[in-house]
T-cell receptor
């Protein structure tokens, strides 16, 4: 149980384009999902908390207009990187919280490369 | 500022040995504690959760929690080369935001 999927697993795009990443909880419902970013050999960095049916809560320093988050259902959250630039190239990982616990299960991640 | 500190590593142990990973946290009100394993290039995988003082065992893994000392550890018995990974300690400090604070991780290498 507690399986989280992400799509796509890898994406290469041109500078200035937008990229949407999907995060799904496959066998449980998740009112809360999280989006992280991780640069090579660096720590996980929380970007935002995604709340089903309401606005996401962004961490300090994360541009909400650049990283759009939508959590329209209990099993799906999306992260859209708008007007992507090479410095946005990173490993984006979502997680979903199991209701009634603080346990987070991570998706397999999306590796974004912006040319 | 809530902080989670892990021994910096890297930690190298021979196959079959016990690997000991340590973590301290600053928020005395923390209630939930987790260990994640992250292989290179992959996402973190939850391997242990612990909520009460004492030991919790799951197969070759034992998590130990001491809230008075604000200390949580992970022991891996009979270490295998497949255990080679970065181990992340994560702490939930209470409250309704559900966020976890992660340590920077300890890289463990198990040598055959």
């Amino acid at each position: 149980g507690a399986v989280v999927s992400q799509h796509p697993s890898r994406v290469i795009c041109k500078s200035g384009t937008s990229v949407k990443i999907e995060c799904r909880s496959l066998d449980f419902q998740a009112t809360t999902m999280f989006w992280y970013r991780q640069f090579p050999k660096k720590s996980l960095m929380l970007m935002a908390t995604s709340n089903e049916g309401s606005k996401a809560t962004y961490e300090q320093g994360v541009e909400k207009d650049k990283f759009l988050i939508n959590h329209a259902s209990l099993t799906l959250s999306t992260l859209t990187v708008t007007s992507a630039h090479p410095e946005d190239s990173s490993f984006y990982i979502c997680s979903a919280r199991v209701e009634g616990t603080n346990e987070q299960f991570f998706g397999p991640g999306t590796r974004l490369t912006v040319l | 500022q809530k902080e989670v500190e892990q021994n910096s590593g890297p930690l190298s142990v021979p196959e079959g040995a016990i690997a000991s990973l340590n973590c301290t946290y600053s928020d005395r009100g923390s209630q939930s504690f987790f260990w994640y394993r992250q292989y290179s290039g992959k996402s973190p995988e939850l391997i242990m959760s612990i909520y009460s003082n004492g030991d919790k065992e799951d197969g070759r893994f034992t998590a130990q929690l001491n809230k008075a000392s604000q200390y949580v550890s992970l022991l891996i018995r009979d270490s295998q080369p497949s255990d080679s990974a970065t181990y992340l300690c994560a702490v939930h400090g209470g409250g309704s935001n559900y966020k976890l604070t992660f340590g920077k991780g300890t890289l463990l290498t198990v040598n055959p």
